[in-house]
Structures are given as structure tokens and as C-alpha cells.
């Protein structure tokens, strides 16, 4: 959520599922909910069907969300960044912006320093060599009072509003067909509609998943909505938002609880080697407020970081050793995402491998580079309920899995878990609830839930530890464990933890004797975190899940005060129970909600008050003018990002790495500059002349993942993979719908049915056709389905420039029609 | 199928006995809104959950609707038609849910010849009673939906049973229930018809005017009904008739042939009773018997009159 | 052999009509006849369903019946061979017909001599030779065990309706067939022990008992020639 966090301040869906039912219109790019959020989208249908909400679905695709949509317009997969800003750009000149939002509560009147630019595809500070640009001139200028200069007339050519016009100027509605493919008339229909939710009381909501993510430019896509969003006052208001929906039940879980390799939970980052101390460290998290009298959450990054290290470290964290923070490690690199630690896999430099949740030889791209590097572990570790092809990379499937087993000298462990029905715990879902669930049945076999497993193996070290001692022993040794059974952490007992507690009475400040909380007590809530060391929070975000009260995540209460889809009472959202985050901007700067049927959070006279949790100060008055968006530094949304995201701080067209076209607007520039890509990697690219036809790869409705096709009823509902062609590519190439076909890339290469469709049509970019070719994932070697071939034997490894998301929804293949492979019948 | 008394039979395959009336009872519907269907085929997985039903592990045949067809095993199916409407120039990807439409006058019931294998609840479920089914597979031939499918495991003819078990305890069908998007309702004939109406005048506001409600008239009406974009052309939704009703060929064959039949072998019965009583039976005198021996001496003395002459 | 050739006793003469095999094939003929007319009854009618359980209850009967079928195809096929010479119709079916209100009322003056068949036992085997073809036609198309792919579901409602028309017009033959058998009396014998009374040939089937008279005498007298 590389894109949310730096435009609003979070890394998370705006919204919230029920209250899409709240849009007047509904768009989606980038995704497919229809089809991978069969459930979640019973709130569009709720939005159309009660609200006679109107539906926008732009894709390459005619999906199953096309089939239920009112307007549908295709778009070349890589390209929704000039359609985004072809779309902002439609706002500014026809005026369709909601003044007095964008006046309050976005940084459109800031004024940028001096030396900022855009030209010829690059902003300023670019470094070729480096892939990566100095950020320096993205930032603000800051004036004489140590606050950012802003032009509330928006005059001054280097505010953000006059950049944001100016960086979007090249986007016309005819480049914008040129370079994507949408009809003009389509696309100006489209902005039209958009145009409409300008208004305060029609709001618009932005759903996407990995349709948007799966690029190298991922984050500047969801950063185009953002701006769109932004400019039509949709941000914080019911019915709106920029929703991301999570695909993996849990996934929200993941970054909350710092799950990445760059993170601790609650999205702190984990220090760097050049951090050498907490206070260094501290300073890099100073953040001081931009605008005079805002809030700015991140104030308090040490009570949330001191807190944490009491839950970790308990009484072995103190003042004195900085609260054991030599015991965290320190980043040597950005992130060691997946691509990069199959990299060092590849290149021998791995010894070992826990995965946990987790399938890469399906899920990460080039399955030969997967391969490679499994192959050249010493040991894997593999803690699924399913028998995945991980675990059986090794083991020879025929083309399905062309290995040699005596070649290879990995050890493979598989360690059999549980599933979410045979355990107990919370789930994060895309809305940030945290639901809590009770088994439904015991676990077969041998299988032991994740935390048994891992507490095993913690106990198991430590005592190796204990009696052998070793370079570096102590963070093993005084990792805080007061768990009733040590072998078995109770998941409630984790929860109690994660949401924190009072280590010592905290007493008044006026009167020291006076005990206003004694020690063992569960926190209501992160504002009572400290820096002192006098509260341990395992994760600041989630606390006030497991209270005094008892476990709000098991609450169960759908009650919904005025049907308004919010249901306060129904399990537990982060931030501190709200719903909609940023609802504050519902109201007006008064503090009048903008429209009557869309109130959200309203000022009563002396308090906000209204559906939702306030995402704000409770008694901050309107006349103090603080921003909405809590958690930046300007109070406001950013238009104009700085320097928090690698790749530019307006989003701009680039091509995909692999792209049937030449980029448009910067015709030298291949791929997105600031991302990165190994010199392997890059080496495998293939060109259009020998690979004509765009790419994607997705999902379909009948399958989850490589799981389901574990699951009998989900293999008979879609058995066996076939890979999606247009009407036109299959005449051109004789192919038959149902037949063989062999796909290949510069990388691998893949045998499949072909499904022809009308679906597929081809794309009409600068006035010759693109071919889609569609592969959906799913198949593999193991299951109750046939035996089929993940995409990712065809993927290039490249990845977002901010969060390493590989580029599986755009990349360049070829096809021909074949014959079935041996064994095969039809 | 579902032997529960409060799902009172009103109607019996091959029966003429009157089923007991006196109760009062409301008939349901399920009601498809198609223009809500996203083709997620929950409904087909709760159909097979709920039922115990497992289908085979198929092969991709050119579509992506799975299994291919409907079968003993799978009760209902998510047809898809990719449709290229003339009029707006658009493509439209129509996706309906298949399966029995418990009409009020079933062709499947007209056409069994197995005392009480199909039954009519008073609710206006049609289901299928298997340990009645004789296997003859004329309920295949008396649909006109093409509905029911036969085992060739045990003989059987299966079809939806519109969960009557379920419905008979005061439960929606298990399909109603998984829908996500509220595609598939489940309630009284009459609410669901006034949720058409509104659903279909939803659908005019964007454009569709030819939206309607499906609920074929020359079956009696239906008691699973859907609601349609092209309510004009049902054919488009992978060829739902136009016009269903049952063929006139089992009309007659289940009406004017039985009669026909009843007439001529009675003709001849009690033709040959009358007959026989009035006429009398055709005896052979001994007069008869005489002129054969007659016959037979004329022939000798013929033959050796013959045999002389050769000689 | 019982009734092999003309025997006389007491005054009346006993002449051969049909040969042994050719009773056996008649009477698995009848027989699968009135098992399918049961069978087929339950399944046509629901009042008359009781009759399945003769065959072991519903499903039985449904699985038995094309099988009698097949069995009464191929049984009548070998009947219908061995008669199809004396069926042949000829100018004396004319006469016959004409004088068919004198043959309902027992009245044998100025009726042609006949040969081996009346012009009634003609159309009984004619009309069954095109009836059980219909029946075996249909029957196939409607036989879904085997035959489920073969035709579409409208061809079968059309076989359906057919299958049960010839059927029904199949039985009421035959019962005019039996009784015809009961009605005109010395019939059965025929059937049963394979020879008629020479009055009985005499009064039904003149032209057919001379040309059997000439033919078994004749033969008589060369076997005992060669004796």
C-alpha cells in the first residue's frame, strides 16, 4: 500500500466493504472483484440495486465485473496511468473539482522548492546508474517559520495545484487513446461520469486489487486514482474512497503486522545499519508537523516503538540498554523482498528456507529462476495444510515439472498446519476488521497449528543457545515468553499481548501516589502507549482489540445505527474501532457534514460526534483548522507526494518492463526508471518483434490461489487450465477454441488449452490492433485438478518501484496452436 | 427429495387419488435477477454441498462453464452466452443459473408412469421421489426445459429439488443462501414477482427496455423465475424457450393416445363379447366333417386313376 | 410325430396345418406378446402399474420390456418368413371381403373356397408385420439404457407417441386375433396339436384342404410304394 500510506497517511483500504453500498458511482480498474471478490461485491450490486449507483469496469478484459457493469471500456494492460491522469487532467480543465475540499484538506495550494521538474519522462535528481533518483527538490519549501509555504490562490507557479495541471497537460483524451487504447468518445464518457461525483453529495468509489499492484508502476497507478479521488472531495466521505481490495483472507494482517522484511508491526520500519543507536533511529522518525497545529499521529512513532520493545523484551528491555534495541536487526538493503531473496538463492548465497503460507515456485515470477534457487538450498522448511509444489519442487512431473530429483540436494522438510477452520485467532480483513474465529473441526493427521510450530522451534533454540551459547545469543535468550504453556502459546493469549498492557501502575502525573493504572492491565487504547517503558504493545495499530472488556475481535453485534454500513459493534477495526478512516473530511471545514445523506462525522457544538469512530481529535474544535488526515505532517491529503515514493512524486506514464509499445510521451525510456531490476533479470527480457502479443495473468472465480484445486467441488467447477484468446488472435494463428496451444516468453514456455472469446478483443493503440493473451493461474502439479502450468513459467522478474510487486499483469508473449501433450487425450 | 409432511403433495405422478387439501398453503419462488449474476457458481457449489452431490473432475472443453452439462450429479449450472447486442453495438456477457423450473403444470409429472416418482407440493415445488423412479427416463422427454438427468449409477432421473427439505423447515434453498450478490431470491410467488417489478424497472432506467420478468405463461407459470436484460429474446440466455409448454406430442400421448388405446382394445373385447353372445360361436357341422372324408375319397380314387394311366 | 400327415377316426379326418416348430414359434410369439402387452400396459397406464409387479415392480418392467420386444421381434420374424407365402393376397381376399357381413353370421353359402389364410388372418399378419416394426423402431429410439444419444429429446416424444399407437392397435388386433380363435370353433386346434378337422378345412379353408389332400396322399402313396 505504497501509494495509500504516502497520499492519506495510511497503507489500507480507505473504506470499508459495506459501505461501497453508500457510492453513487462505482469504478473499477485494476481489478476484477466480480470475479475474486465474489462476496465482497455483493455491496456493489447492494450500491446499483439501492442506489441505483451506476458501475464503471475499465480492463483489457470483458470480465465477470464487466457483465454486471452499466458503462465497460477497455484499456491496454500498463497503462492506466495516462487514462488516470487523462482523467485528472479532464477535471482541472473542465473545472470538475470540489474547490473547497481540495482548498482545505489537500497540499494543492503548497508550494514546492525551487528546481523541481518533470521532462522527457524523468522528474529531476535521476541517476541512471542508480536506477534511483535524489529526492531533494520534491519537497516543500519551507518558509521563515519553519512551516511549508503555501498560495491559497493557487497562483504561484510552483504550488502543487499548477505542477498537478502542468504534469497532466500531455494526457489529452487523444493521447490517452493512443496510448491505451480507449476509445476517445469511451473515455470521455467515462470522465463525465466521474465528473458528476464533484459534487458534495455524490460521492465515488475506487476499488482495485492486484490488477493495479501486479506492475512496475503499481503504486503510481492507485496514486492516479488517489489524485482523481482527492480532487473530487471522495476521500473520507461515505461512498468513496480508494479501495484496495485484499485478495488472501489475512493479507491486510500481514503488513499491519510487519510481515515484510522492512517492517515491525504497525508500520514502523525496521532499522538500518546506518541507524546505529534509537536515538539515530529516532531521528529519521521525527516528523515534524508541516503546517502549524496539526495533528500528525506519527508524533508519538516512540511510545509506539518503546512499547513495542517492552512486548518483545519484557524486563530485559530498559532505558539503559535503549530498550534492547541492538537486539533488532538492521537492514543492510531496502527490503529483502521474495525477488530479492530468490536472487541471492540463485546466486548460492542462501542457506535455508522457512516458508510459511506460501507457494513461490507458482507464485513469483520465472519458475526456472525458482527453481534454480530452491535447488540450491541446503534445507526448506515447508508449514502448509496443503501439499504444495514448493514443497515438491523437486520431484518430477513431466512438462508440468521437468526436474531432475538426483540433481538435486535440497532437504525438504514439510510440515503439515492447520487451517483457518481447525484453528483459533483473528483474521485482518481488506476493511482492517479483525474478526475473530473458533475452530470448526480438529486438524487431521499430524497437523499443528502455526503457533505450536513456531514455539517448538523457538524453545528448541533457545535451549541450544542456553547450553551452547553462541556469536550473538541474547535476542533468543531474553525474548519474553510468559505464555501459561510455553509449547503452546494460546492465540488469545498472543492477541492480549498484541493489543498491549501496563508493565508498571502508571499513577498521575500531579500526584505520583496516585495510581491510575495498575501493572497486568489491558490498554483501551494506543493513546495510552508510552515511552518510558511502562506499557508493551505488540502492535500499536491493533490495540484496543483485546481490552479490559474482554476480545472486541469476537464481537458479533450487526447492529448498524441508520443503515449506514457501518455496524460499529460487529468484531474490531484499527485505527481504534473506525470504519472509514479520514471521515473528518466528510464534514466541511465547519464541521457540517458536505451533504445530508452522506453524514458521516459531524461537529456538535462542542464535540465530533456521528456514526463512525472520528478519525480525529473528539474535542478539537472546527476553528482550529487541523487536517483531516491525522497522520501526515501537513494535516492534509498530498496531491504532491515528496519524496515518499522512489518513483515520482505526480504519477506518470511509463511503459511495462516488457511492453508491445514504445512509450508515448518519453520514447527512450523502457519501463519504469526508478524500478528495480537485476542484471539477469534484465538480460531476459524479450522484445515485441519476437513477442507480438500483451499478456496478464489473473485469477478466476472458481479457484483461490494454488489451494482450492485441493478441494474436490473446486476442481469440478474449473478442472483445467486454458489460456484466453480473442476471436481475431485465434483466426490469424488457426487456433481452436478448446485446442492446444504453446505459449512462450523470453523466459519458459507453456502448453495449455485456448479458450477463444469474445471477450478478448484487440486493443486499437495509435491506430494498430494489440492482442491480449490471457493466463489465468491456479494449475499446478498438485491437486485434484489437471496438471497445468503456472504463468510464472513466463513472467519477467521485475518489480514495483516501491514494493517489489512483480509485473504479473503485463508482459509479452507468444503463441501457436500445438498438440495435446503425451498422455493427454482431448 | 423430501418426505416431510409439511410439504403437502397436491399433485402425484400416475395417481389419480386426491391428496388431502384442507391446508392452506403459500407458494414460493426463486427468483434469478441474471442482471445481478456475476457467474461465480456458488450456487452450484452449495448445490452440490448441500445435496451431497459430487460431480466428476472434468477436462476444459471450450467454455468455462463446469461441469459442461447438467447431470444426476450436478443439479444446477451457471450457463454463460457471450451476446454481441446489435442495437448498442456492446458486447454482453449473459450468465444464467440452470435448473429445474418447478413449473405449475410439469411436464416431468405428465410424462412418469411411476406412481408418485414426481410429486407436486402445495407450495409448488416439483420434486422427484427416486425411490418411486422406474428409470424409464420420461420425465427427460416431458420437460420442456431439458431439466432432469439420469444416473446410469443407479437408474435414477435427478433434478433441483428446490432444497424441499430445506424450504419445508422454513430455510431458503442452499443456492439462495451462497449467492453473494443477491442474484438468487427465495420468498412467496408474490413478493418475489413484486421484487421483479422493481428490479425490472431499474433495468429500463439503464437502458434495457426490453427487461421483463420470466415466468412462462404456457407452463402455468413457474416457480423458479428470472429476471431478464432481453426479456424478448430468452433464447439468448443459452436457448431458454421462448414459449415453453409441454410438447402436444406428450399432450397426446399422455391424453388422446391412452383413450384411443382404451377405445380399440375395449372395441375389441367387448366387440367379440357381443359377438359371441348374439351371433354365436361358428361350429362345424358334421355335414362338414362328411363332405372332407368325401373330399379325401374323390382324391384317392383321382390318384390311382392317375397312377393307372402312368402305368 | 402327433398329427404328422392325415389320420382318420370315427368318420371325421384330421389334416396337418402347422408343423411342430412352427406351434413353438407361435407360442413364444404369444407369449412375449401378452408379457409386453402387461409390461407395456403398466408403464401406459397408471391404473393397470400393478401389472409390474408380475415382472418384479417398476424398475424390472421398464428393463424387461424392450427385451421382450427384442425377443417377440426376432421370434416373429421366423413366423413371419414361414407364412408369408400363404399371406400373400390374392383375387379370392376380394370375394371374401365382400361377403364379410355373411362371414360375421356364421353364413357359409357363396363364400370363395379359400386357401390357407382368409383374408382377416391376412391383415392380422400383415398389419403386425408393420406394427412391429413401428414398435421396434421407436422402441429403439426411445430405449435410453443403450440408446440415449441416439435421437434427440422431440424425436422421442414422437416415438413415444407412435410406440404407444402401434401398440395399442397391436393388442386390440391380436385380441380380435384370440378371438377369432374362440369364435370360430376347431380353431385352436390348429395351434395346439398342429392339425384341424377336415370339416373345419372343409368349411373355412376348401381350396387350401384339396391342395393339402393332394399333396399328403400323394406322398402317402410313394412312401408306401417305396415300402
Known amino acids: 500500500m505504497a501509494s495509500l500510506a504516502p497520499s492519506f497517511g495510511r497503507g489500507a483500504m480507505t473504506n470499508d466493504w459495506m459501505d461501497i453500498k453508500n457510492a453513487d458511482l462505482l469504478i473499477v480498474m485494476g481489478g476484477n472483484p466480480a470475479e475474486a471478490h465474489p462476496v465482497g461485491f455483493k455491496w456493489v450490486i447492494e450500491a446499483k440495486v439501492k442506489n441505483k449507483a451506476r458501475l464503471i469496469v475499465v480492463d483489457p478484459r470483458f470480465t465477470r465485473t464487466a457483465a454486471v457493469a452499466d458503462f465497460y471500456a477497455p484499456i491496454r494492460q500498463g497503462t492506466d496511468i495516462a487514462f488516470l491522469n487523462g482523467v485528472t487532467r479532464y477535471l482541472l480543465e473542465s473545472d470538475k473539482i470540489q474547490h473547497e475540499y481540495v482548498k482545505a484538506y489537500t497540499n494543492a495550494s503548497f508550494v514546492v522548492r525551487e528546481g523541481f521538474d518533470y521532462k522527457d519522462g524523468l522528474f529531476t535528481g535521476y541517476d541512471a546508474d542508480k536506477r534511483a533518483y535524489d529526492t531533494a527538490t520534491w519537497e516543500y519549501e519551507i518558509g521563515p517559520d519553519g512551516f511549508a509555504v503555501v498560495d491559497e490562490t493557487w497562483r504561484h507557479p510552483r504550488c502543487v495545484m499548477q505542477l498537478l495541471r502542468k504534469h497532466v497537460a500531455p494526457y489529452t483524451p487523444e493521447m490517452v487513446e493512443r496510448i491505451c487504447g480507449t476509445p476517445k468518445d469511451k473515455f470521455l464518457k467515462i470522465c463525465e461520469m466521474i465528473a458528476t461525483t464533484a459534487a458534495p453529495e455524490r460521492t465515488m468509489t475506487s476499488l482495485y486489487a492486484l490488477g493495479w499492484t501486479h506492475h512496475s508502476s503499481g503504486s503510481q497507478n492507485i496514486r492516479g486514482m488517489c489524485v482523481v479521488q482527492t480532487l473530487l472531495g471522495n476521500i473520507g466521505m461515505p461512498g468513496g474512497g480508494i479501495n484496495a481490495l485484499r485478495g488472501h483472507s489475512n493479507i491486510q494482517g500481514l503488513t499491519d503486522l510487519g510481515l515484510m522484511s522492512e517492517l515491525l508491526p504497525g508500520y514502523m520500519d525496521l532499522p538500518l545499519q ?5 536515538d539515530a533511529y529516532m531521528s529519521r522518525h521525527q516528523f515534524k508537523t508541516l503546517r502549524p497545529g496539526q495533528t500528525n499521529y506519527w508524533q508519538n512513532y516512540r511510545k509506539f516503538f518503546v512499547s513495542f520493545m517492552k512486548a518483545m523484551y519484557g524486563s530485559a528491555a530498559t532505558a539503559e540498554n535503549n530498550f534492547a534495541y541492538d537486539w533488532l536487526p538492521k537492514r543492510d538493503v531496502p527490503t529483502y523482498d521474495v525477488l530479492r531473496a530468490f536472487e541471492l538463492a540463485r546466486q548460492g548465497k542462501m542457506n535455508g528456507y522457512v516458508m510459511q503460507g506460501f507457494n513461490p515456485l507458482m507464485s513469483f515470477p520465472n519458475k526456472t529462476k525458482m527453481t534454480e534457487g530452491l535447488s540450491k538450498l541446503k534445507f526448506l522448511v515447508v508449514l502448509d495444510p496443503l501439499q504444495t509444489e514448493t514443497a515438491r519442487f523437486w520431484q518430477n512431473h513431466g512438462i508440468y515439472n521437468d526436474v531432475k530429483p538426483a540433481d538435486i540436494k535440497t532437504e525438504v522438510f514439510e510440515l503439515p498446519t492447520t487451517c483457518f477452520a481447525e484453528d483459533e485467532g483473528s483474521l485482518s480483513n481488506s476493511c482492517r476488521w479483525l474478526q475473530w474465529h473458533w475452530p470448526a473441526q480438529e486438524p487431521p493427521g499430524l497437523a499443528r497449528t502455526d503457533i505450536d510450530i513456531m514455539a517448538e522451534l523457538h524453545l528448541r533454540l533457545r535451549d541450544l543457545y542456553a547450553r551452547e551459547g553462541g556469536a550473538f545469543p541474547d535476542p533468543i535468550l531474553h525474548l519474553h515468553w510468559p505464555y501459561e504453556v510455553a509449547r503452546r502459546p494460546r492465540p488469545d493469549e498472543l492477541a492480549r499481548e498484541i493489543n498491549g498492557y501496563t508493565v508498571e501502575n502508571i499513577t498521575d502525573p500531579a500526584d505520583k501516589n496516585r495510581v491510575i493504572t495498575p501493572a497486568g492491565r489491558q490498554l483501551d487504547s494506543f493513546a495510552q502507549l508510552r515511552d518510558d517503558g511502562k506499557t508493551a504493545c505488540g502492535c500499536w495499530i491493533y490495540s484496543g482489540c483485546y481490552t479490559e472488556q474482554g476480545n472486541m475481535m469476537a464481537r458479533r453485534d450487526p447492529h448498524d445505527p441508520d443503515n449506514r454500513g457501518i455496524a460499529p459493534k460487529w468484531a474490531w477495526a484499527w485505527p481504534a474501532n473506525r470504519r472509514i478512516l479520514y471521515n473528518r473530511a466528510s464534514s466541511d471545514p465547519q464541521g457540517k457534514p458536505w451533504a445530508e445523506d452522506k453524514k458521516l462525522v459531524w461537529w456538535n457544538g462542542s464535540q ?98 494454488y489451494w482450492t484445486k485441493h478441494a474436490r467441488i473446486n476442481a469440478i467447477l474449473q478442472p483445467q487450465q486454458f489460456v484466453e484468446i480473442g476471436e481475431e488472435l485465434a483466426r490469424e494463428k488457426g487456433i481452436a477454441n478448446g485446442g492446444w496451444v504453446r505459449v512462450w516468453s523470453n523466459r519458459g514456455a507453456l502448453i495449455s488449452k485456448a479458450l477463444v472469446t469474445k471477450r478478448l478483443k484487440p486493443i486499437i493503440c495509435d491506430g494498430r490492433p494489440v492482442h491480449v493473451v490471457g493466463i489465468p493461474h491456479h494449475w499446478g502439479f498438485t491437486g485434484l485438478t489437471k496438471k497445468g502450468f503456472s504463468p510464472n513459467s513466463l513472467t519477467p522478474v521485475v518489480g514495483d518501484a516501491n514494493v517489489q510487486t512483480p509485473e504479473f499483469k503485463a508482459w509479452l508473449v507468444n503463441i501457436e496452436p500445438t498438440t495435446p501433450p503425451a498422455g493427454e487425450m482431448v | 427429495m423430501a418426505d416431510t409432511n409439511s410439504l403437502d403433495v397436491i399433485r402425484r405422478s400416475a395417481s389419480s387419488d386426491v391428496p388431502p387439501s384442507v391446508r392452506t398453503h403459500q407458494e414460493v419462488a426463486k427468483l434469478i435477477d441474471v442482471s445481478r449474476c456475476i457467474g461465480c457458481k456458488a450456487c452450484q457449489a452449495a448445490c452440490e454441498e448441500w445435496n451431497d452431490v459430487r460431480d466428476n473432475v472434468g477436462v476444459f472443453s471450450g467454455t468455462i462453464q463446469n461441469p459442461p452439462d447438467l447431470s444426476a450429479r450436478s443439479w444446477t449450472l451457471m450457463r454463460f452466452s457471450e451476446y454481441e447486442n446489435p ?11 440452470d435448473g429445474c423450473m418447478h413449473c405449475t403444470d410439469p411436464g416431468c409429472l405428465k410424462a412418469c408412469p411411476a406412481p408418485g416418482a414426481i410429486v407436486q407440493y402445495a407450495n409448488g415445488i416439483v420434486d422427484f421421489v427416486e425411490e418411486n423412479c422406474i428409470g424409464c427416463r420420461y420425465c427427460i422427454k416431458g420437460c420442456p426445459f431439458n431439466i432432469p438427468r439420469y444416473s446410469a449409477q443407479d437408474n435414477k432421473a435427478y433434478k433441483c429439488t428446490l432444497c424441499s427439505d430445506r424450504v419445508s423447515v422454513g430455510q431458503e434453498p442452499a443456492c439462495a443462501k451462497a449467492c453473494p450478490t443477491g442474484a438468487i431470491m427465495f420468498g412467496s410467488k408474490g413478493s418475489m414477482i413484486e421484487q421483479a417489478a422493481d428490479r425490472v424497472l431499474d433495468l429500463h432506467a439503464r437502458g434495457y427496455e426490453n427487461a421483463g420478468l420470466y415466468d412462462p405463461p404456457g407452463v402455468g407459470g413457474t416457480h423458479v423465475m428470472y429476471v431478464l436484460q432481453h426479456a424478448d429474446q430468452p433464447e439468448l440466455y443459452q436457448g431458454l424457450p421462448k414459449d ?18 382404451f377405445a380399440v382394445m375395449g372395441l375389441g373385447l367387448i366387440g367379440g363379447f357381443l359377438h359371441y353372445i348374439t351371433v354365436g ?31 | 410325430m402327433m398329427d404328422a400327415g392325415i389320420r382318420e377316426a370315427s368318420g371325421v379326418i ?38 409390474s409387479v408380475f415382472f418384479g415392480g417398476g424398475p424390472a418392467t421398464r428393463f424387461l420390456h424392450p427385451w421382450f420386444g427384442v425377443g417377440l421381434v426376432v421370434s416373429f420374424f421366423f413366423l413371419a418368413v414361414q407364412f408369408v407365402r400363404n399371406n400373400i393376397p390374392n383375387r379370392d381376399d376380394m370375394k371374401w371381403m365382400r361377403n364379410f357381413r355373411k362371414v360375421m353370421t356364421n353364413d357359409h353359402e357363396n363364400l370363395p373356397e379359400l386357401g390357407k389364410y382368409n383374408a382377416g388372418q391376412k391383415g392380422v399378419y400383415w398389419s403386425q408385420i408393420f406394427l412391429i416394426l413401428a ?11 443403450y440408446f440415449y444419444g441416439w435421437t434427440s429429446i422431440p424425436t422421442k416424444r414422437l416415438a413415444l407417441l407412435v410406440h404407444s399407437l402401434a401398440a395399442v392397435i397391436a393388442i386390440a388386433i391380436i385380441i380380435v386375433h384370440i378371438y377369432a380363435g374362440i369364435w370360430i370353433k376347431g380353431t385352436g386346434r390348429a395351434m395346439t396339436r398342429g392339425s384341424v378337422t377336415g370339416g373345419w378345412a372343409y368349411l373355412h379353408h376348401r381350396k387350401w384342404l384339396r391342395q393339402v389332400l393332394a399333396k399328403e396322399l400323394r406322398e402317402r402313396s410313394t412312401t408306401s410304394a417305396v415300402e
Open chain 1, 274 to 278: 546506518a541507524d546505529k543507536d534509537l
Open chain 1, 608 to 705: 465530533w460526534v456521528g456514526f463512525d469512530v472520528p478519525d480525529y481529535g473528539p474535542a478539537i474544535p472546527p476553528s482550529q483548522a487541523v487536517g483531516p488526515f491525522i497522520m501526515n505532517q501537513e494535516g492534509v491529503a498530498r496531491l504532491f507526494v515528496r519524496s515518499l515514493m522512489r518513483d515520482g512524486p505526480f504519477p506518470a506514464h511509463y511503459e511495462p518492463f516488457e511492453s508491445p509499445r514504445k512509450n508515448l510521451l518519453a520514447p527512450d525510456i523502457i519501463g519504469n526508471p526508478a524500478a528495480r531490476i537485476f542484471k539477469q533479470d534484465l538480460a531476459e527480457l524479450g522484445s515485441s518483434e519476437k513477442f507480438p502479443y500483451a499478456a496478464t495473468s489473473y485469477r478466476v472465480t472458481e479457484h483461490f490461489h
Open chain 2, 87 to 97: 442495437k448498442t453495438g456492446e458486447l454482453e456477457w449473459l450468465i444464467r443459473k
Open chain 2, 244 to 261: 415453453p409448454e409441454i410438447s402436444p406430442l406428450v399432450q397426446i400421448w399422455k391424453g388422446g393416445a391412452k383413450a384411443f388405446g
Open chain 2, 281 to 311: 360361436p361358428n361350429e362345424v357341422p358334421s355335414e362338414a366333417e362328411r363332405e372332407a372324408v368325401e373330399l379325401e375319397r374323390e382324391e384317392k380314387v383321382k390318384q390311382a386313376a392317375e397312377q393307372g394311366a402312368r402305368r
Open chain 3, 14 to 51: 384330421y389334416v396337418p396345418r402347422y408343423s411342430a416348430l412352427q406351434r413353438v414359434n407361435h407360442w413364444v410369439t404369444a407369449i412375449l406378446f401378452v408379457l409386453l402387452t402387461l409390461s407395456g400396459l403398466a408403464i401406459f397406464y397408471p391404473w393397470l402399474y400393478f401389472f
Open chain 3, 135 to 145: 414398435l421396434l423402431v421407436t422402441g429403439i429410439m426411445i430405449w435410453d439404457q
